[in-house]
């Protein structure tokens, strides 16, 4: 069974740039997976950031970008703020009306 | 605007059942698709369940085939998950959200989530 890898933990810089992924155990991520990106801070339902790989939902500042690396889906955000300190969670559709989502990244600016 | 409002959360024994709602308001319920999401205690996000619109086609993670049924009323604008045979790893927030359709393939709203505990 393929599973959607994210790194466990990152650090940023206030103002600084960050990179986090989305890959899978086996095989390549492509716009075919449809990627998106969901924010959550403890206690709190998820808010969707990115969608379709790097359409920003509405209201999200443009200090956050999707795109594809490599074999990844990635999500950066380009001077990071102190409220931006939460956890990352990617989505991958895998076909036939299922669902992966990565472990999560859990981001810490300081 | 959207409104996601999930209920029926509660502690259950191992065994037993339970049955969520998610009511919904803000949009046409009955043209959306719409899935349940879960996050046990300290842990990450797992989708759980997706329905189709009308109801044509539901799927679900492997953990919860068999004993997890999802279903709609679209005359009441409600989402259901039916939770049988539970067992302790079933302890999470359980979130309905709605799926953006157009094929886009991604959850564009989110309630707040119920709690369901499973516990002796």
């Known amino acids: 069974q393929t599973v959607v890898t994210q790194e466990p933990s990152f650090s940023v810089s206030p103002g600084g740039t960050v990179t986090l992924t989305c890959g899978l155990s086996s095989g390549s991520v492509s716009t075919t997976y449809y990627p998106s990106w969901y924010q959550q801070t403890p206690g709190q339902a998820p808010r969707t950031l990115i969608y379709t790989t790097n359409t920003r939902s509405s209201g999200v500042p443009d200090r956050f970008s999707g795109s594809i690396l490599g074999n990844k889906a990635a999500l950066t955000i380009t001077g990071a703020q102190a409220d931006d300190e939460s956890d990352y969670y990617c989505v991958l559709y895998m076909g036939s009306g299922i669902w992966g989502f990565g472990g999560g990244t859990k981001l810490t600016v300081l | 605007q959207v409104q996601l409002v999930e209920s029926g959360g509660g502690v259950v024994q191992p065994g037993g059942s339970l049955r969520l709602s998610c009511a919904a308001s803000?949009?046409?319920?009955?043209?959306?698709?719409m899935h349940w999401v879960r996050q046990a205690p300290g842990k990450g996000l797992e989708w759980v369940a997706f329905?189709?619109?009308?109801?044509?086609?539901?799927y679900y993670v492997d953990s919860v085939k068999g004993r997890f049924t999802i279903s709609r009323d679209n005359s009441k604008n409600t989402l259901y998950l039916q939770m049988n045979s539970l067992r302790a790893e079933d302890t999470a927030v359980y979130y309905c959200?709605?799926?953006?359709?157009?094929?886009?393939?991604?959850?564009?709203?989110w309630g707040q989530g119920t709690l369901v505990t499973v516990s002796s």
């Open positions: 959200a709605k799926d953006s359709g157009g094929g886009h393939c991604y959850f564009d709203f």
């Open positions: 803000g949009f046409i319920f009955s043209n959306d698709n």
């Open positions: 329905i189709r619109f009308d109801g044509s086609d539901k």
